[in-house]
């Protein structure tokens, strides 16, 4: 890349109701020469189990972006100078056919892993992070997941099909994607069908930080077992938005009460800095049930932390 990044447009000289309507309105990738970072929206969400009105989540969070500005103070970055981010539009994936849409995301998400580009993707439903999975690790190898949500999503099948947005983490794990020692599920509760949902959750590979594990232990400790679960291989972050609280996040598709808080949600991402994190997604923000933006706005949040910690990674030289 020649040059420094190009990044948002100025909001001195912009209002910020106004200009391209990106990510954080970052310049498109066809404008820059280079991306080191792509934000990339998947409107899909024919893999839901509840509520459907996730393939509307990429163009709601990229509007509710628009006060992101460019440092960020709680990691002493400024995400946009330190790496050339660009907003590469929304992957088009077969609405009918569950299965062809992840072939069709696994192929797009590898053409970007062979320019050298990592993904912040923006769902969506959950079954997207399967052939982002896929793509990560042909490319690393088998990797850990952390894993940021209200449900474990590693259920066998719905209705008897095997790709659906409670299922991704189970294909993951047979298809021999995972680093069974490495992976960790954060944000977990609410009812389950039954004991075994747990016992087979960790054959696959799991560890589990409770909701309510927040409440006994600090932030802090949280983190420092999460660090010491994914160890220093590659990583890859997945935040289903539904690991908040429905108070902090309504528009989703399947809310369960007792989650975390944003500000607890965005000081646990925080401290992923100095681990090899080589992807994240963002997924599940339905916006028909949201109100205000606050499920947009917590998201465009997290984007924004997820790629200050791969800035601040390569600025302290430990991009893998």
Known sequence: MTGAPRGPIDATRVPRFAGPATFARLPRADEVEHVDVAVVGVPFDSGVSYRPGARFGPAHVRASSKLLRPYNPALDVSPFAEQQVADAGDIAVNPFDISAAIADLEQAARAFSARGTRL????????????????????????????????????????????????????????????????????????????????EDGVLGFQVVHSDDYQDATVASVVERMRRRLGTGPVYVSVDIDVLDPAHAPGTGTPEAGGLTSRELLNTLRGLVGLNVVGADIVEVAPAYDHAELTGIAAAHVGYELLSVLARNRRDGLSG
């Open 120 to 199: 912040l993707t923006i769902g969506g439903d959950h079954t997207i992070a399967l052939p982002l999975l896929r793509a990560v690790a042909a490319e690393h190898g088998p990797i850990a997941v952390v894993h940021f949500d209200a449900h474990l999503d590693t259920w066998d099948t719905y209705f008897g099909e095997p790709y659906t947005h409670g299922t991704p983490f189970r294909r993951a794990s047979e298809e021999g994607l995972l680093d069974p020692a490495r992976c960790l599920h954060v944000g977990i509760r609410g009812p389950l069908y039954g004991p075994d949902d747990l016992r």
